[in-house]
């Protein structure tokens, strides 16, 4: 199949975020800040009670969808803004979509436009670069 201009990229979803995979990135990352892990503290800040993901597995779950759709050594760059929290429990869906195909190095890239959405809403949305595969 070619891919082309345009062309939707599988989505990817993250059925439920776990509280318990934040306590241990957290822990991974040595990161003190307990908006990641102490519902008490999130409680006080009108959260809910809810703990907040991290960027960086927000950021995996686009860079999920990238390699299951081109490959696990397809991303070239990838760039992004976070502008919502996603919280324990959320269930997010990564989508994608290609804005345009070009040659470099000899190598054929698409640059996408990408996206983090909870309840159809953008948490996160980006641009990514992608290597494609051979069709």
């Known amino acids: 199949m070619t891919i082309h201009e345009g062309a939707q990229i599988p989505k990817w979803a993250m059925e439920r975020v776990d509280a318990q995979r934040m306590k241990t990135m957290a822990a991974i990352l040595r990161d003190p800040y307990p908006v990641h892990w102490d519902r008490d503290a999130n409680e006080a800040i009108g959260y809910g009670g809810q ?3 991290q960027g960086p597995l927000n950021l ?12 696990p050594h397809c991303i070239r760059r990838l760039q992004v803004a976070f502008g919502r929290p ?5 269930n997010v869906v990564a989508t994608g979509i290609v804005d345009s195909i070009d040659e470099v190095d000899g190598e054929r890239r698409a640059t996408c436009t990408i996206t ?5 809403e953008d948490v996160v949305t980006g641009t990514a670069v992608v290597a494609l595969s051979d069709e």
């Open 86 to 90: 996603v919280l324990d429990d959320d």
């Open 116 to 120: 983090l959405q909870r309840d159809g």
């Open 60 to 71: 995996s779950y686009i860079a999920n969808m990238l390699m299951a759709w081109q490959g």
């Open 51 to 53: 703990v907040i993901n």
